[in-house]
Structures are given as structure tokens and as C-alpha cells.
Nanobody, 122 residues
């Protein structure tokens, strides 16, 4: 069974920084898209940043986080990270790791982590 496990998150003051990491494990042949989404209370889940293919370059970012967040990916270790700088109260949300995985049986499925809370407050 493929699993995504997130780490990081927590409480930070406005203007501060946090880093999130996500590690995929299980019968993975290949990971295509991999990235981060978030869901604030009372709102729909939204894309934060993602690599749309197996590439480690040219990620896509939500306009609201451009120039503040940086996503990176390590294909050798099946991990993706999100460095969040200049955090704002509106960044408060549960952040979810997402990956589209091809397993050893060549089946393609989408997986989600359990989510990690990020709270930006003074």
C-alpha cells in the first residue's frame, strides 16, 4: 500500500517561516505529479504548489504563494518539500501532500497524506 507521510507544520507568527516534508513509501514504480494542497476552515481544498510530471523543475504555484513558497522534490527518495517564507494569517490551513503514483503492477492512482496543520498567528 502506497502511503504519504507529512512532517513539519505548526504555529508561527506572521512573517515567519516553516518547512513541510512528505515522504512516499510502498510499492512505487514511479511518481508522476507530486505536490501540496491546502484547505482552510470553511473553504475548498486548493492547490499550493506542484510538479505536474516526474520532473524536478518548473513547478506550478498558486498566485497567492508565488515568491514566498518554494517546492522541491527528490525523486531518488520519493520526497517533496515545501519551504514557506513570509507567512501570512491567510496561509493558515491543513496542508496535504498529493502524489500520482504508478505502482509495481503499473496501476496509476492518486494518493493523499493525512494533512499537517499550519497556523499563522501572533
Amino acid at each position: 500500500q502506497v502511503q504519504l507521510v507529512e512532517s513539519g507544520g505548526g504555529l508561527v507568527q506572521p512573517g515567519g517561516s516553516l518547512s513541510l516534508s512528505c515522504a512516499a513509501s510502498g510499492p512505487i514504480l514511479r511518481i508522476n505529479a507530486m505536490g501540496w494542497y491546502r484547505q482552510a476552515p470553511g473553504k475548498e481544498r486548493e492547490l499550493v504548489a506542484i510538479f505536474s510530471s516526474g520532473s524536478t523543475t518548473n513547478p506550478n504555484y498558486a498566485d497567492s504563494v508565488k515568491d514566498r513558497f518554494t517546492i522541491s522534490r527528490d525523486n531518488a527518495n520519493d520526497t517533496v518539500s515545501l519551504q514557506m517564507n513570509s507567512l501570512k494569517p491567510e496561509d493558515t490551513a491543513v496542508y496535504y501532500c498529493n502524489a500520482k503514483v504508478v505502482d509495481w503492477r503499473r496501476r496509476s492512482n492518486e494518493y493523499w497524506g493525512h494533512g499537517t496543520q499550519v497556523t499563522v498567528s501572533s
